[in-house]
């Protein structure tokens, strides 16, 4: 059945337009009345045969969309097989999208190879959301770590110097996830010394007894941030048989 499909896509309905290693798929949520799901189909399916594009159904759909759901889980069992997995999200205007994605997977591999490390990174990305002035990217971060000592600081630098090239590159430091004790770091060498002294000011004023964002973003401190815990990745890799 998987080849027959492949051969029809490639082949057949999109008329040798579509190339398995190039091809894009779109996974779309209607939302309303039986009335307003039937006329957004029909736009959507008008606007994709005008660029190309073809409907794969409702089935395809839901299964691209629980995917989201197993990413996690999928994680946890690589690890297993010294491969370690993580992904981070920006938020990029329209006009820079191309250039944070081709800037931050050079970025990626130039790191590795610099730290002479087992195999060939896999870096993937996708769009999860859009606006009028750009758009949510999720990276995929996936590296080996067999015979790699220190794998989750490793990975942590690799992680870093990506977050770094998307800042460079016109994209921003966190889309959703926030800034936390990760990424700290990078948002203080970005802001000036006046906007650090505003932000402790009110910390100061409003949460005195420090019961909020503790040690996170602007309010981290290096120097007192306890040691991370080791990592399952870390725990697992190095587990004797």
């Given at each position: 059945?998987e080849?027959?499909?492949?051969?029809?896509l490639?082949?057949?309905?999109g008329?040798?337009t579509?190339?398995?290693?190039?091809?894009?798929?779109?996974?779309?949520?209607y939302e309303?009345?039986?009335a307003?799901?039937?006329s957004q189909?029909?736009?959507?399916?008008?606007?994709?045969?005008?660029?190309?594009?073809?409907?794969l159904?409702?089935?395809v759909?839901?299964?691209?969309?629980?995917l989201?759901?197993m990413i996690a889980?999928?994680r946890?069992?690589?690890?297993?097989?010294d491969?370690?997995?993580?992904?981070f999200?920006?938020?990029?205007?329209?006009s820079k999208?191309?250039t944070?994605?081709?800037?931050?997977h050079?970025?990626?591999?130039?790191?590795h190879?610099?730290?002479n490390?087992?195999?060939?990174?896999f870096v993937?990305c996708r769009i999860t959301?859009l606006?009028?002035?750009?758009?949510?990217i999720?990276?995929?971060?996936c590296?080996s770590?067999?015979?790699?000592?220190?794998?989750s600081d490793?990975?942590?630098?690799?992680?870093?110097?990506?977050?770094?090239?998307?800042?460079?590159?016109g994209?921003s430091l966190s889309?959703?996830h926030?800034i936390?004790k990760?990424r700290?770091?990078?948002?203080?060498e970005?802001?000036s010394?006046?906007?650090?002294?505003v932000?402790?000011?009110?910390?100061?004023t409003l949460?005195?007894?420090?019961?909020?964002c503790?040690?996170?973003g602007l309010?981290?401190?290096?120097?007192a941030?306890?040691?991370?815990?080791?990592t399952?990745?870390?725990?697992?890799?190095?587990q004797?048989?």
């Open positions: 059945v080849s027959f499909m492949k051969f029809a490639t082949s057949v309905v008329n040798g579509f190339h398995p290693h190039s091809v894009v798929c779109a996974t779309i949520s309303g009345r039986a307003e799901v039937a189909q029909r736009e959507i399916a008008r606007l994709a045969t005008q660029h190309g594009g073809i409907s159904g409702s089935r759909g839901q299964s691209g969309y629980e989201t759901f889980y999928l946890d069992f690589a690890m297993n097989y491969l370690l997995g993580e992904s999200e920006t938020f990029v205007p329209w999208i191309e944070v994605i081709s800037s931050t050079d970025r990626i591999t130039k790191e190879f610099a730290r490390l087992p195999g060939t990174p993937g959301q606006y009028h002035e750009g758009a949510c999720y990276f995929y971060l590296i770590i067999e015979g790699v000592p220190k794998p490793t990975y942590s630098d690799l992680e870093h110097a990506a977050k770094a090239a998307i800042l460079e590159h994209g889309h959703h926030g936390g990760l700290s770091s990078l948002l203080k970005r802001s010394p006046t906007m650090l002294s932000m402790k000011g009110l910390k100061e949460d005195a007894d420090n019961l909020f503790c040690r996170n309010l981290a401190e290096a120097d941030i306890p040691s991370m815990p080791p399952r990745a870390h725990a697992i890799c190095h004797q048989p």
